[in-house]
């Protein structure tokens, strides 16, 4: 199997696991065949793209880091809170409490997988970014806890600060929020209000824990100092803090935005790495780069040489030079081998793009 973008599917098509809708309400099942129909339809959902059937690339097991339906149900529900307090309703406190309980699953899911690794190309969108992106640094920030050895309530603590880091920025001007150019030295004044209003929101709002609390509020501090609101530096930020703002950066690198394409993962690793010090705990990027792929296993690559193939393995020392099946040399298909990057015969090859 291998992950095809939304763009790319084509009629024949079989997809190899359950697609499920906004509600979590299951909308393909696996083993359907795609028709021009069905893909006009999927294309009105918000995803990436569909893990399909390969006869080239056959043996590769799906990875999920957290499936379809609970992402669903954690989006939406922190979609509501958002919305809620954009039109100045007050939040029932059930709805914290239902994001709590979805934070927890999401913990679940990580302590119970095999995989050591984040696979987190399935849960890249191109719409609701806001939204989307919450979900995605509360895994991130899970997935680096976990690595660290935090327990089960702590995780819970760290990915509910996490899902709720950018509640903030409700209090900021929208024209501020959405504009494309660089912001002005007043607006961006505005901008960096978001942590401590979102730290406070939170406090008053609902009785969650005080490590929550303090992560939204440092996840703009910088491990050097000069961040925001506080200039804290070091093990003055809070460790949940330190966690949260490498996730953020690294997902909001990453992803595609109206006014630019996202980075490709290993170049936000490099960033991340580049900022050891200065903005990131160094003892956390050292972590942090052993659990992430940045090329999860079944998405399609192309090499420097000229090859096109499916990644199949990652390893945590060398998180940016995968196993790829090779399928193609340049336009023409190949039958299928392995390239390991990590191995020093191929140290001269390098993935310059994927399929996204």
């Given at each position: 199997?291998?992950?095809?973008?939304?763009?790319?599917?084509?009629?024949?098509?079989?997809i190899?696991?359950?697609?499920?809708?906004?509600?979590?309400?299951?909308?393909?099942?696996?083993?359907?065949?795609?028709?021009?129909?069905?893909?006009?339809?999927?294309?009105?959902?918000?995803?990436?793209?569909?893990?399909?059937?390969?006869?080239?690339?056959?043996?590769?097991?799906i990875?999920?880091?957290?499936?379809?339906?609970?992402?669903m149900?954690?989006?939406?529900?922190?979609k509501?809170?958002?919305i809620?307090?954009?039109?100045?309703?007050?939040?029932?406190?059930?709805?914290?409490?239902?994001?709590?309980?979805?934070?927890?699953?999401?913990?679940?899911?990580?302590?119970?997988?095999?995989e050591?690794m984040?696979?987190?190309?399935?849960l890249?969108?191109?719409?609701?970014?806001?939204?989307?992106?919450?979900?995605?640094?509360?895994?991130?920030?899970?997935?680096?806890?976990?690595?660290?050895?935090?327990d089960?309530?702590?995780?819970?603590?760290?990915?509910?600060?996490?899902?709720?880091?950018d509640?903030?920025?409700?209090?900021?001007?929208?024209?501020?929020?959405?504009?494309?150019g660089?912001?002005t030295?007043?607006?961006?004044?505005?901008m960096?209000?978001?942590?401590?209003?979102?730290?406070?929101?939170?406090?008053?709002?609902?009785?969650?824990?005080?490590?929550?609390?303090?992560?939204?509020?440092?996840?703009?501090?910088?491990?050097?100092?000069?961040?925001?609101?506080?200039?804290?530096?070091?093990?003055?930020?809070?460790?949940?803090?330190?966690i949260i703002?490498?996730?953020?950066?690294?997902?909001?690198?990453?992803?595609?935005?109206?006014?630019?394409?996202?980075?490709?993962?290993?170049?936000?690793?490099e960033?991340?790495?580049g900022?050891?010090?200065?903005l990131?705990?160094?003892?956390?990027?050292?972590?942090?780069?052993?659990?992430?792929?940045p090329?999860?296993?079944?998405?399609?690559?192309?090499?420097?040489?000229?090859?096109?193939?499916?990644?199949?393995?990652?390893?945590?020392?060398?998180?940016?030079?995968p196993?790829?099946?090779?399928?193609?040399?340049?336009d023409?298909?190949?039958?299928?081998?392995?390239?390991?990057?990590?191995?020093?015969?191929?140290?001269?090859?390098?993935v310059?793009?994927?399929?996204?």
């Amino acid at each position: 199997m291998r992950f095809v973008p939304i763009f790319c599917l084509r009629e024949g098509m079989v997809i190899v696991s359950d697609f499920f809708g906004e509600q979590g309400e299951l909308i393909l099942a696996r083993k359907t065949v795609l028709d021009t129909a069905l893909i006009n339809k999927i294309r009105k959902y918000k995803c990436s793209g569909l893990y399909v059937e390969e006869e080239q690339v056959v043996n590769i097991p799906i990875v999920h880091t957290i499936n379809s339906n609970v992402r669903m149900k954690t989006v939406n529900g922190i979609k509501e809170i958002f919305i809620c307090k954009e039109n100045n309703v007050s939040v029932p406190k059930e709805q914290f409490t239902k994001m709590e309980n979805q934070v927890e699953t999401i913990v679940d899911a990580i302590l119970k997988s095999k995989e050591m690794m984040l696979n987190m190309v399935d849960l890249k969108v191109f719409d609701d970014y806001t939204y989307f992106h919450s979900v995605n640094v509360a895994v991130l920030s899970i997935g680096l806890g976990t690595a660290l050895g935090l327990d089960k309530t702590d995780l819970c603590n760290l990915g509910f600060g996490a899902l709720l880091h950018d509640i903030g920025k409700v209090f900021v001007p929208k024209y501020i929020l959405h504009k494309q150019g660089p912001l002005t030295d007043s607006e961006f004044t505005e901008m960096k209000k978001h942590s401590y209003l979102g730290f406070e929101y939170l406090t008053n709002e609902y009785v969650g824990s005080v490590g929550a609390q303090t992560g939204i509020l440092d996840h703009h501090e910088k491990f050097s100092g000069g961040g925001y609101p506080n200039n804290a530096k070091g093990e003055e930020i809070s460790l949940y803090g330190r966690i949260i703002s490498i996730a953020d950066v690294y997902d909001a690198l990453t992803s595609d935005r109206p006014y630019r394409k996202g980075l490709l993962p290993s170049e936000a690793i490099e960033y991340i790495m580049g900022g050891t010090e200065s903005l990131f705990d160094p003892d956390l990027v050292s972590l942090f780069v052993r659990k992430i792929a940045p090329y999860p296993i079944g998405t399609s690559v192309k090499l420097s040489n000229g090859m096109t193939g499916v990644v199949t393995d990652n390893f945590e020392s060398y998180c940016m030079r995968p196993n790829i099946r090779v399928f193609k040399n340049g336009d023409e298909n190949v039958k299928p081998f392995d390239i390991c990057l990590a191995d020093r015969r191929a140290l001269n090859i390098t993935v310059v793009d994927f399929i996204r």
